[in-house]
Every structure is written in structure tokens, then in C-alpha cells.
């Protein structure tokens, strides 16, 4: 069975601090790789997807994979309340697409 | 646009009882997916689809079915309801113009089974 691994948390960040969000996965050929935000109540919406080992950025947000290692992180600078929510990691192995369990993040004031 | 309809948004069933949830999504998508989360969890796959005649089963398939007639619809079906499935099911479609096109989520059918 392919896994995602994911810290459910809750992930504690002070207001203006980077939160780092980290996802590991079973399936080495795994080819795309998702992050997801959900907020309660709420359908997840992307964030971003990285598919090449290394850096994407996108504003606030930076997505780093590690092919070799199997491991997708998410890194937050400049949180903001807002962005208190799940983040959810998803993979991308053939047409399936597999969540983690997601990690709950609060900004602290 | 509306993207991904899902109906009904909340429903309460009987164990034993069976029913369709609906999904139809209006953006020419081959690809569907069914998804169900239960409390504080992640999404788990139950079936998926890459196109109208074929479905595949994902990591939960056990207790539904589905099928895909035409490209916009793929209706999950639950046969005699049971407790465990209570849950947030969210249907989801995604473009097959690149291996990175994310899925768009509907906005979920909240199900409780007593």
C-alpha cells in the first residue's frame, strides 16, 4: 500500500515566524507532488506542486523535494493568522493521488 | 463556472440503507476521484476514474461502487449503509493536459449513518 506520512500536529507558529510542514512518501515513482489547504468545514484548495528535486517558491510559500530521501516539505515565511488551517500532502503516482493525513497549523498572535 | 457540483450537501441514513451520491463537474475533465475524510483525517481514495467507461479502484473501495457514463458525471454508490461509513465525501476532477493539473474539489457531502 503507497503511503503519505505526515505530523498531524498541532504545528505552533508565532505570528511573522516560518512554519515548516514536512511529508514523506512510500512509492519511489511518485512523480508529482501537492500541497493542499484546508480550512474547517471546508474542500481543500492547492497551494502549490513541485515535481523536479529542489526549490519552487511562489510569494509566501516555498514547496523543497527530495527525491532520494522521498520527502516534500512546505515552508511558510511571514505566517499570518490566516494562515491557520490543515495542510495536506498529496502524491501523485500514476492516476492515483494519495493524502496525507494532513498537519494542523496555528498561527500565534 | 461551476466546476464540481456535489448533491445532496448533508444526509443522514439508516444502516443498511443505500444510496447515490451525486458528482458532475461541467469543465470537460477525464479524470474524477472520490474521496472520503473522516474526523481530524486525511482524504482517503475510494474510486477513481480516467475516463467515461473506466474506473479503478483506490484505497478504500470496500462498501461502494461507482460508475462513469458520461465524461461530466461519476455518482458514488453506498449499499447497505454502515456506521463506519459515516464521513465527508468530496469528489474531485482534474485535466489530463499535464501530469501536474491539481484536483478541484467539490464542496463535500457531509453523511452520518445511525
Known amino acids: 500500500q503507497k503511503e503519505v506520512e505526515q505530523n498531524s500536529g498541532p504545528l505552533s507558529v508565532p505570528e511573522g515566524a516560518i512554519a515548516s510542514l514536512n511529508c514523506t512518501y512510500s512509492?519511489?515513482?511518485?512523480?508529482?507532488f501537492f500541497w493542499y489547504r484546508q480550512y474547517s468545514g471546508k474542500s481543500p484548495e492547492l497551494i502549490m506542486f513541485i515535481y523536479s528535486n529542489g526549490d519552487k517558491e511562489d510569494g509566501r510559500f516555498t514547496a523543497q523535494l527530495n527525491k532520494a530521501s522521498q520527502y516534500v516539505s512546505l515552508l511558510i515565511r511571514d505566517s499570518q493568522p490566516s494562515d491557520s488551517a490543515t495542510y495536506l500532502c498529496?502524491?501523485?503516482?500514476?492516476?492515483?493521488?494519495?493524502f496525507g493525513k494532513g498537519t494542523r497549523l496555528h498561527i500565534l498572535p | 463556472n461551476a466546476g464540481v457540483t456535489q448533491t445532496p450537501k448533508f444526509r443522514i441514513l439508516k444502516i443498511g440503507q443505500s444510496m447515490t451520491l451525486q458528482c458532475t463537474q461541467d469543465m470537460n475533465h477525464n479524470y474524477m476521484y472520490w474521496y472520503r475524510q473522516d474526523p481530524g483525517m486525511g482524504l482517503k481514495l475510494i474510486y477513481y476514474?480516467?475516463?467515461?467507461?473506466?474506473?479503478d479502484k483506490g484505497e478504500v473501495p470496500n462498501g461502494y461502487n461507482v460508475s462513469r457514463s458520461t465524461t461530466e458525471d461519476f455518482p458514488l454508490r453506498l449499499e447497505l449503509a454502515a456506521p463506519s461509513q459515516t464521513s465527508v465525501y468530496f469528489c474531485?476532477?482534474?485535466?489530463?493536459?499535464?501530469?501536474?493539473?491539481?484536483?478541484?474539489f467539490g464542496n463535500g457531502t457531509r453523511l452520518t449513518v445511525t
Open positions: 474531485a476532477s482534474r485535466s489530463e493536459s499535464s501530469y501536474n493539473s491539481p484536483l478541484h
Open positions: 512509492d519511489r515513482g511518485s512523480q508529482s
Open positions: 498529496a502524491v501523485k503516482g500514476g492516476d492515483k493521488i494519495i
Open positions: 476514474s480516467v475516463g467515461a467507461g473506466i474506473t
